[in-house]
């Protein structure tokens, strides 16, 4: 069993940047890949990053590529999400989840999710 709590949203400016962090709770949090989503009012949930266990790959959905960096601290138990230049539309609830596989992840699909963090971006 992972529980995991996000923390780090918040009202930010067009343009600004926000970290997001994801703590895991459990002894095997590095064995997981890791992922992040979102979920904008009246949209289906969109895949946003993921990292292998490991941390040496990482993937992005087209909308936030160049723009988001996806990273790990596997001995804290972290994961972190750091967002730069930010849009009005990247306002949503944003996710983390992980998985075995960056695959299903990919997918939309995913073993365990925290509960989310808001993130508003204003114009």
């Known amino acids: 069993q992972v529980q995991l709590v996000e923390s780090g949203g918040g009202l930010v400016q067009a343009g600004g940047s926000l970290r997001l962090s994801c703590a895991a709770s459990?002894?095997?949090?590095?064995?997981?890949?890791m992922g992040w989503f979102r979920q904008a009012p009246g949209k289906e949930r969109e895949f946003v990053a993921d990292?292998?266990?490991?941390?040496?790959?990482?993937y992005f959905g087209e909308s936030v590529k160049g723009r988001f960096t996806i990273s790990r601290d596997n001995a804290k138990n972290t994961v972190y999400l750091q967002m730069n230049s930010l849009k009005r539309e990247d306002t949503a609830i944003y996710y983390c989840?992980?998985?075995?596989?960056?695959?299903?992840?990919?997918?939309?699909?995913?073993?365990?999710w925290g509960q989310g963090t808001q993130v508003t971006v204003s114009s």
């Open positions: 990292i292998s266990w490991s941390g040496r790959s990482t």
């Open positions: 989840a992980c998985d075995q596989s960056t695959l299903t992840l990919r997918a939309g699909r995913a073993t365990y």
């Open positions: 459990g002894r095997t949090f590095s064995s997981y890949a």
